[in-house]
């Protein structure tokens, strides 16, 4: 689903909108796709998602298995993205 990808640690919600589908806020590719889109290429990102917030604000991670099986799982479909004859030109 759709994630918002910002380059403020600090960011006052009520100054921002960010769509309600939004399943993530994350901040590591924020400038991947600034300089992508200044630079007129395609960027693409895969994501984890590693730390959930209870309704209440208690921060949960993932154990370090499933955060191994989520890094394994992201770098194969990178890979399979680069061998992909669409994005060859």
Do not use: K, N, Q
């Not at 806020?25 to 991947?32: G, H, P, Q």
């Not at 290429?41 to 191994?68: K, M, N, Y």
């Not at 194969?76 to 992909?84: D, H, I, K, P, T």
């Amino acid at each position: 689903g759709p994630v918002v990808s910002v380059d403020l640690f600090y960011d006052d919600a009520r100054e921002r909108s960010h769509p309600p589908d939004a399943l993530a806020i994350e901040m590591e590719s924020a400038t991947l796709f600034t300089v992508g889109a200044r630079a007129e290429i395609s960027v693409a990102c895969v994501l984890a998602v590693s730390d959930t917030f209870s309704p209440g604000g208690e921060r949960t991670r993932i154990d370090d298995h499933a955060l191994l099986a989520a890094a394994e799982s992201m770098g194969g479909v990178a890979v399979a993205a680069l061998r992909s004859p669409e994005l060859r030109v």
